[in-house]
Each structure stands twice: as C-alpha cells, then as structure tokens.
C-alpha cells in the first residue's frame, strides 16, 4: 500500500501523547508565510541554528478548553502556546516563559502587532541585564526578534509580549524576563493568524492546561 508523505507524517506524528484535555499531535501544522524582508533578514542570522525537540515543534492538535477560535492561551507550566481554531483543534507551538518571579499570568488582549519591533529595555531591565541602549533598531539580532505581539489589559501595555528570539535554544525553557518568546518562524506563523483585540489568557504556573 502506498502512503503519502502527509499521511505518513500524521501516523508518525500521530503516535505522541499529549496529557490533560490536549489530545494526540495530529498533524504538522502549516509552512510559515515568509515575507521577502524575512528571506533576507533570516538568510544569515547572526545566532546559531538550534534543533527544537519535537514535542516543542509547530504542530496542529485537538482542544477542548473553552477558549474561542482565535484565542491564544500559555501553558506556563508546559511551555506551550495555543493558537485556538475552529472545530476543536488548536495549533501549539513551544515557547519559552519567563522565570516565575518575573512572568506574566492573566487575561489581556492583543494589543499592538508589529513586524521586526525595535526594542526598548525597560528600566528593571537595564538595571538587572544592561547596560543596553535606550533603543535598540529591529532585525535578527535584536532579542524581540521577527514579530512582536503586544499584551494589554484595558488601554494599557503590560510590558509584556509574545515575540521571536535570537536565542532559540531556549524553546522549551523558563529563561525570559517575563515575556513569552517563539522561534521566529513560529511567531511569523502566529502573527499572520492573529488579530487585534485578541483574547490572550496566561495560566500562571500550577495552573496547566
């Protein structure tokens, strides 16, 4: 019997386990929609490749959580990121979270979307990590990385935001200084599904889906 490539990819992938109410990883999710800035800006990047695991790769999986299609939900404690579809399925992509002291948790809405943000240490920041400059230009070597998804409760910026990194080793870890960091790819891939004034709901850690 012949067996497409897709379809031996959904057995293969098929086959792991996700615990609680996130079922089986049923198939890889979509190729990301690379503009050609990001061709040329990721052609060479100034970090090494890192090999994600597969449990932290791009992946399309069942959802039965009662978030709305469109709505993105952290799993602090997992290190994943759901992007909820219609239909009861979700695509989760790995993340890195921030150290528990300094993450967010709570419900915010997509606030401000921007494609290769320029960054802006905050002052905590500078005073823990710096000294850095007061702005530092977007590109592949800035820390916001690719895309950068701004989180607000009311009219107000909380500061934190779901980004790309020039660090990918750190997918799958609780590194950042309170933001929710993605390849820069994967956040390439959110980006083009996400809308403003999206719900975001961070569960803090206990708390996993």
């Known amino acids: 019997m012949i ?36 061709r040329q800006l990721l052609a060479h990047p100034p970090y090494a490749d890192a090999k994600i695991p597969q449990q932290f790769q791009r992946h399309i999986v069942e959802y039965t959580r009662r978030e709305q299609p469109g709505s993105i939900l952290v799993d602090t404690d997992a290190r994943y990121l759901y992007y909820v579809l219609p239909g009861g399925k979700a695509i989760r992509y790995g993340v890195a979270v921030g150290e528990e002291a300094m993450a967010f948790s709570g419900v915010a809405t997509v606030g401000r979307l921007a494609e290769w943000p320029d960054w802006v240490p905050t002052q905590d920041i500078q005073e823990r990590l710096g000294p850095y400059p007061k702005r530092v230009a977007g590109g592949p070597a800035n820390p916001l990385g690719a895309r950068g998804i701004y989180l607000y409760q009311g009219n107000k910026d909380t500061l934190y935001r779901i980004h790309g990194t020039n ?43």
């Open 3 to 38: 067996v497409s490539k897709l379809g031996l990819a959904a057995v293969l992938v098929g086959s792991l386990a996700l615990g609680g109410c996130m079922q089986a990883t049923l198939s890889p999710a979509t190729d990301v929609a690379m503009t050609s800035r990001d």
């Open 167 to 209: 660090q990918p080793e750190y997918i799958g870890q609780a590194i950042s200084s309170g933001c929710i960091r993605m390849t820069n790819g994967d956040v390439i891939d959110l980006y083009q599904r996400v809308k403003p004034g999206a719900t975001v709901v961070v569960l803090p850690p206990g708390q996993s889906a």
